[in-house]
């Protein structure tokens, strides 16, 4: 008669993984709860609960951190799960700096770092990479080898097929067809990477606005307007990762963009990037700077969804801009049908409620299916935030799993 193996599905010790995994992540959602409370929440009894705490305890998964106050009867012990039993370090890289960052694996963030780019060598990237993340370590008072894995994110995407990077001419250094190998050999630890407006449709699915929806598009603008696509809850990356690359789309009132490897102008990106609003404030005879960089941008559109709410010219800088972004959003909505879309990016979130307004109205008018404009709610370095998410995923998988 064969036996059994150990990690088969229905044995006691997948049934025991599986209970510790359910009473872990209640812990992380939750916070601190006591023995009685996770055997509510997870539906066993006292005796196994007690037994999962005990193994979880001694594993270094969780810890006893005080006990309840204020309720009738004895105090109880309450657990947390350990944050410091592993750390994710994430990425966030623009042509002008790269941010890092670790969290432990309760999803605190720990340990942050800054490295401006502008003038180095492009042969420096690994460089930059492993500086950055030393920093954010050191910061963190850990060793670069207890950060469990890395999550880069990028503007354009990585081709699965050939390994270099794709739609980000602007990032100097790394589209080299060997910087994933050079990579791989200077970090202590697995790593992934991840398109940047990718990160921040996970971050705002796991901790925003999209959190419960599993179909949705978000629209980013800061320096480039760019999109994410969630279909059925999963990120849709298309086949060369550059599924969302809205700058390129043709859309009237703009040149077509042509030979797209090297082209700056033209398209959506034309019609609604950052460089769009300084034009639409001077054509309204708006005082504005020349220069099409976001804080501009954004000063307008937050002057005008607040101070200047009472300046027609502002009212009017509001509905251009607004109806600029649904004529994009139309054709997105006509090929994907989502129940949601997120506006994200300094510049959208700039104009606030008044934009987001606008929009849907607009797109109303444009769509045949109409679904619901909301702004993002990661308001702080969400591609960041969105690395550290994807990393925590995989080493909570990794560092939770007790069926081994």
Known sequence: MAGTTPGTPGTPRVLRAMNDRAALDLLLEHGPLSRTRIGKLTGLSKPT?????????????????????????????LYAVNARAAYAAGLDVTAHRIRAAVADVAGAIVGESELPTPGRSATGVVGQVTEALDGAVKAAGIAREDVRRLVIGTPGAFDPATGRLR??????????????????????????????????????QRLGAARGHSDFAL????????????????????FTGGAGEVGFMPVPGTPLVRRVARANSGGYQELAGVQSV?????????????????????????????EGAGDPRYTALLDQYAERVAIGLSSVVAVLDPELIVLSGEVLVAGGEPLRARAQ????????????LVLAAVPRRPVLRGALESALAATRDEVFDTSR
């Open 49 to 77: 609960a007690s037994q999962l705490l005990a193994r979880l305890e001694a594993a270094g998964l969780v810890v006893a951190t005080g006990t309840t106050e204020g309720r009738p009867g004895p105090n109880a012990q």
């Open 167 to 204: 739609y980000a001419s602007h990032l100097p250094g790394w589209h080299s067809p060997t910087l994933l190998e050079e990579l791989a050999a200077a970090l202590p630890m697995p790593f992934e990477y991840e398109n940047d407006v990718n990160l921040v449709a996970l971050a705002e």
């Open 219 to 238: 629209l980013w603008n800061e320096e480039g307007i760019g999109a994410a696509l969630v279909l059925g809850g999963r990120l849709h990356r298309g």
């Open 278 to 306: 300084p034009r639409i404030a001077r054509a309204l005879g708006i005082d504005t700077p020349e220069q099409p960089y976001v804080p501009v941008a954004s000063g307008l559109l937050a002057h005008a969804a607040g």
């Open 361 to 372: 109205s607009a797109l109303a008018d444009l769509a045949a299916s109409r679904p619901r």
